[in-house]
């Protein structure tokens, strides 16, 4: 699989992996989770993990 998207900094990458995201999710894809993905050197890989975020309402204070 290819991907032509190539972000140049990291304002850019996250913009990139919210893009994906939300096309797997319209697309019916669960994306939560955890995946490793090879470093382009191949000397380690990465992990990333997708997991729900509850937004409180502006203004809560403490924890939920």
């Known amino acids: 699989m290819t991907i032509?998207?190539?972000?140049?900094t990291k304002k850019e990458l996250q913009a990139e992996l919210a893009v994906l995201v939300r096309e797997a999710e319209s697309n019916g894809?669960?994306?939560e989770g955890g995946y490793e993905l090879d470093?382009?050197?191949g000397a380690h890989i990465w992990g990333l993990e997708?997991?729900?975020v509850i937004k409180r309402e502006q203004g809560s204070r403490g924890r939920a």
Request: hydrophobic share 30%.
């Open 4 to 8: 032509t998207r190539s972000p140049q």
């Open 29 to 31: 894809v669960n994306v």
């Open 39 to 41: 470093s382009t050197t």
């Open 50 to 52: 997708f997991f729900p």
